[in-house]
Structures are given as C-alpha cells and as structure tokens.
C-alpha cells in the first residue's frame, strides 16, 4: 500500500515506519500536527509536541514530502470511544490527512506508533474510516522490553527530548540515547514498574538516525527548559535550537523485524464427517437472567433481493430482542450462517447498518441451508467491555468485517470471534496448509488483550473446511490448551502476589480446564477468504478464575464431532 506516516519524529513513529516498508508498503509522505510555535509543549491527550518542529528535516533526511498542520483543537472528548466532535485535536487530525489526500490521492493507508494506548488508537482508526484509509499500527501491543531490545538492534538512534517519571533527571538524562538509557528502564521497570517504551508518558523521543534516512541529524545547539521542578517525577524539555543534515552512506532497506509470535504446535487435519443439508430451524429464544439467546434468525420470504433479505433477518432480532426488553446495542455474539460465502459483502453491509458502534463478535461460515442466511445471536445486558482494533498490526489480524474481535462480560467471560489462519501484519492466509496453530495463536493475542489466556478457555469451536481425519484437531488443540500450564503470565503473577496460599488450587483449575473443556469440531463446506480452518473459543478471565471450583466441573474427556448446526 501507499502510506502516509503520522510521524512526530519519536521512536515509535519512526519505527512502525519501518515496519511498513519491511512489508512492503511504500512511504509517500510524512504528516506532522505542530503547535503554534516550536519548542512548545500542548497539553495533549493524542500527540507528542516537544521537537515536532524537527519533523520536516526527517522527511529531508529521507528525501520524501512532508505535510504539516497546526494543531489548534484540545482534548475535548476524553471518552475512551470517540465520536466526531467540534473543537476536538482528533478533527485537527481529520484535517491533516484531508490535506494529504489533496496532494497525494493515491495514499490509501496510514502508519502510526500506537503500542498500548486504545485512546489513541481508536481515535486514528476513526479518522481512517470516515477518509477511507486502512490503519496500519505495527507495533499494537508488542511487548515493550522486546520492542525496546528491538529498536537499538535495527539502528534506531532516539533521544530524549522530555522526562516526566520518577527515577528520570531533566538534567541528567535529556538527551542521552535510547541505547545509554536501556538499563536505567530496565531497573526502574523492575522498581516502580515503569513502562519501558514511555507508554504511560514517562518520556519522549526525538530520532535523529534510522536506516530509513539517507542522511542523519546533528544537533547543534539545544537547551533544558525544566517545566516542572517536582522533587519526585521532574518535568523536562529538550530544546533543538539548531540542527544540520550530514551524509551518511550504506543506507538500505530495513530487514523485516518481526518475531515469532506464539510456540504451538504444527498444524493438523480434520474430522471424517461431511456436511449435509438440512431446513433451517424455526426462531426460538431462551433468557438466563441478563442473557438472551435467539436462533434460527431467517429470511420470512424468498421474494426478496439478498441483500434485503439479509436485512429482513435483522429486522426480525431486532423484534426478538424488543420481546425482552433488548435492543442491537446488546447484542455480544453472533453466529452467521450463509448457503454461499458470496453472501459474505451483504452480511457485512449489514452488520455495519445495524452495529454502527460497540459491534458483537461474529463467527461467519458457509453450511448447507434452505435459505441464503440464518443468525443465532448472543445478547446480554451485562456490564461489557469489548476489543475492536481497525487497524494492521503484528498482534493479531485486523477484523474482516464490521464486528469485535472479542467481548468481554462482568469482567469474567471473554467471548472470542472466528479466527482463520491470517498472519496479522499482511492479512494473507497462512501458507502452511490447514495451519490450525496461528488460529490459536490469533485466539491467544486476543486473550492477552483482557489478561487471559489459552489456559482459561472453557470451549472451543473448531471450523473444518476439508475433509476430517479422525481425532487430529481434537488431540491438536488439547495439546494447545495445556501447553505451558505451570507458566505465570505476568498479569498473573501481578494480581497473585498476595495470595499464594491458594495457588495450588488455581493450578488445579487451569488443569481442569485445559484437560476437560469441551472441543467441537465442526466440518463446513467452506469459510471466509477461502480458509481451510477458523477457531472461536470462550474463555474465562484471570480475575474470575480465581472463583472457579474445578470439583464442580463435569469431568468428561471426549471429543465431539458435531455436524452444522444447519
């Protein structure tokens, strides 16, 4: 893709900038938000300030365009969501990239450094979607020591240009190199927890080399301006008064530097079964409590176009739900069921009408159906966190259609959309045949996000698109789920530190989960963009495990191979 940078001359944009062109992407043009005056620190909740105005001897360094707008609006909408809103910094950056269309039509993607802040990412992601333009955010919830590591590895050569941390001296430290300052994070991680990368704004950066630039800055006069003499976490800036460009030679073409992102096991065949036809199911609903369940969702008339067919089944949960007091809004999960995978565009035309924002999570799969599209829908009135990142990145695919990668409820159950074998940071299928591992690799990522994991999953649903071969996908993903049982993730070891006494119950219950957790595999005729397999799980949370009595749970070890529900 052709893509514009979002870049403030720190660490995090300049390397994701990287990022895109080890994979491909071309770089048309660099586009900086600046405050009115240089050297000038606005107090913003989006973007760095502090040696912006650098940002156009970068573009110089890298022999490519640069584009600048003032940045005049505040953080008025400080919601973690984001909607558009007059005299919002976010519309500063709408104009910004309207700018850049005008000048470079054919920009269709936008690279920023986003790591861990959502407020951030969902607020470019937003832009992206009213401009049309794919978020590219390589370095989405990379982990921060091994991002850290991997920066001064590839020649990232960044100073810092504001401290705001305790353990961090404007006087001591402003200035020094990422490489200098690598162990002084390390030990105030381990002191005070102390976000490595600067997430939490500890500091920022300002680069003056990458193997991006063809030539490298030199600073020629800078000065400490201290903004907050505070006695624990002092507050300051680096000036750049005055900088010059000087030649550098043997500059080429970053190396691709992504990591291994999970150790599973290989991939593996799947069930015996063949798919058969049959009519599709009558609606029914059943309610537990706050939660409603709504099957067989169908078109009531075969006259319509597909597309209004399609619509008419939402027109119908939507009056399933009205019948208990519910609306779209509750709506957590989704399964889509379609006669022909070509019904998939109209599936997420719909999806995208009627979920404008908090979408469910959604598995899509083509069965053998009497109709052109049948939905059973998941919808709770719980309290409901969800995940729903836009943009490409090295965490986990980007969602292929209008829905969530997962929803969490009353901050215990995590419930995880269909994952195919995508390998994240390109989209494209994975090319080991029938690769049921980056499937769970990709459920994994997901889990992370709401500190959980492989081990507190509860059920799992296996998609087969070829024919099956016994007992392999179960044994696969068995192995998966008990995979590094006795390893504590480090929100796990954070939220037990206190409570060891019962840690050997907790080990009992992920035991138990991991070796009796329903496993359903299921033989389709074929899913999206033509994968050979998608995996959906529901899986519990860290904090909820905690409640979770394993004597209570139904000690059956068998697997279940299970024909469409359709």
């Known amino acids: 893709m052709k893509v514009v940078a979002l870049v403030s001359g720190g660490k995090d944009s300049i390397y994701s900038m990287m990022k895109c062109v080890s994979y491909g992407h071309e770089i048309v043009c660099l ?63 709408l104009l910004l990239l309207q700018q850049v269309q005008q000048k470079f039509p054919d920009v269709d993607a936008v690279s920023s450094g986003a790591i861990f802040s959502n407020y951030q990412r969902t607020r470019v992601e937003h832009v992206c979607a009213r401009l049309n333009l794919t978020s590219l955010a390589y370095l989405w919830r990379r982990d921060q020591a091994d991002l850290m590591h991997e920066m001064i590895e590839h020649d990232v050569h960044s100073i810092l240009v504001k401290v705001a941390s305790m353990g961090l001296s404007p006087k001591k430290h402003l200035g020094k190199s990422l490489a200098d300052m690598h162990s002084t994070f390390l030990d105030l991680h381990d002191k005070y927890q102390f976000h490595i990368c600067g997430e939490g704004g500890e500091y920022e950066t300002l680069t003056l080399d990458c193997p991006l630039y063809k030539k490298r800055l030199v600073i020629d006069q800078a000065h400490i301006h201290v903004h907050s003499d505070d006695m624990f976490a002092p507050v300051g800036l680096y000036c750049i008064d005055a900088v010059h460009l000087e030649d550098k030679h043997g500059v080429g073409r970053p190396a691709d530097t992504g990591v291994a992102r999970s150790s599973l096991p290989p991939a593996f065949l799947a069930s015996t079964h063949p798919p058969r036809s049959t009519p599709c199911p009558t609606i029914k609903s059943h309610r537990f409590r706050d939660q409603v369940v709504v099957s067989g969702l169908a078109s009531s008339t075969s006259a319509l176009s597909l597309s209004d067919k399609v619509l008419d089944v939402f027109r119908q949960l939507e009056h399933a739900l009205a019948l208990h007091a519910m609306h779209l809004k509750d709506v957590v999960f989704v399964h889509a069921y379609v006669k022909d995978m070509a019904t998939f565009r109209d599936v997420n035309a719909a999806f995208a009408a009627n979920f404008p924002t908090m979408p469910p999570s959604r598995s899509c799969v083509q069965v053998h159906l009497a109709d052109d599209v049948v939905l059973d829908c998941w919808a709770s009135r719980a309290k409901r966190e969800l995940l729903h990142v836009r943009s490409i990145s090295e965490w986990a695919p980007t969602c292929i259609g209008p829905y969530s990668q997962a929803n969490q409820l009353h901050s215990s159950l995590i419930v995880v959309a269909g994952q195919i074998p995508l390998v994240p940071a390109t989209m494209a299928l994975s090319a080991v ?7 769970v690799a990709n459920v994994l990522a997901v889990l992370e996000a709401f500190e959980s994991n492989l081990r507190h999953i509860v059920i799992t649903l296996v998609y087969k698109a070829t024919e099956p071969s016994g007992h392999a996908e179960y044994d696969a993903v068995r192995s998966m789920l008990a995979g590094n049982l006795h390893r504590r993730d480090e929100f796990e070891a954070e939220g037990d530190s206190d409570e060891s006494d019962d840690e050997v119950d907790k080990v009992d219950a992920k035991l138990t989960l991991s070796r009796v957790s329903p496993i359903c595999v299921v033989t389709v005729p074929a899913l999206p963009k033509g994968a050979p397999v998608e995996v959906e799980a529901v899986a519990m949370a860290h904090k909820a495990l905690r409640l979770f009595d394993p004597k209570g749970y139904h000690q059956r070890q068998e697997m279940l191979l299970l024909r469409p529900r359709c």
Not at 433 to 439: A, F, G, K, Q, T
């Open 31 to 93: 586009a900086t938000l600046q405050p009115p005056h240089a050297n000038e620190e606005v107090d913003s909740f989006m973007f760095q300030s502090i040696g912006t105005h650098i940002v156009e001897h970068i573009a110089t360094c890298m022999d490519v365009p640069w584009v600048s707008h003032t940045l005049e609006g505040k953080s008025v909408s400080t919601e973690m969501g984001y909607d558009t809103t007059e005299g919002d910094e976010v519309e500063d950056l």
């Open 433 to 439: 045949p029938n690769d049921l591992s980056l499937c």
